[in-house]
């Protein structure tokens, strides 16, 4: 049976009454934060864009996936910013494109809660680093997270750095990822290879 949304919403507030009449307390508001990936889109105009392009490796050397991603930004007030992301997969020498995907960056999001049965060890290293990409040479602040999660006895681990600059888009120049498990390795690189305004750098 469909109900209508206001139906829904209706059945939602009795329930809550509900629950109050009987002893029950309403559920705490979770703490909202700022979202550092809006502020990374929101200092730019509607128009600005990225492209990455993305390889990944296993432990050999072999190449397993390469995808190329355009993001442009497409709408932004105060409380949001939507990017419309266009991935092309790269494989076997031919080309595929996906359908273009709208993703909704709020400006405030929730505090993370970590799950209290995974054992998670983050260890961060902060730096500042010149590179040189495709796109050119960028100042940059670096981040190197390691983390170690223990799921179910099974220890995973993942080595991401991450290099970031303020005049770019989305603020992410550069990302190399390393993950390992008892699975393997695999090596994801992904590269700034052109930024601006509707596809002009």
Partial sequence: MAFHTKTLMGLAVLAALASLAVGGEAPAAPEMVDNPQYASWASFEVGAMVKMKSITLDADGAQLAETITTRTLTSLDDERAIVTMQTTIIAAGMEMEQAAMEVEILAQIPAVSLDPNVEVSPEVEQGAETIEIPAGTFECQFTETTVTVTVNGQEYTSVTTVWTNDQVPGGQVK???????????????????EYGTDGEE
């Avoid at 990302?175 to 700034?192: A, F, H, Y």
Wanted: hydrophobic share 30%; aromatic share 0%.
């Fill in 175 to 193: 990302m190399v990822s390393v993950s390992s498990s008892q699975m393997g390795e695999q090596t994801t690189t992904s590269e700034l290879m």
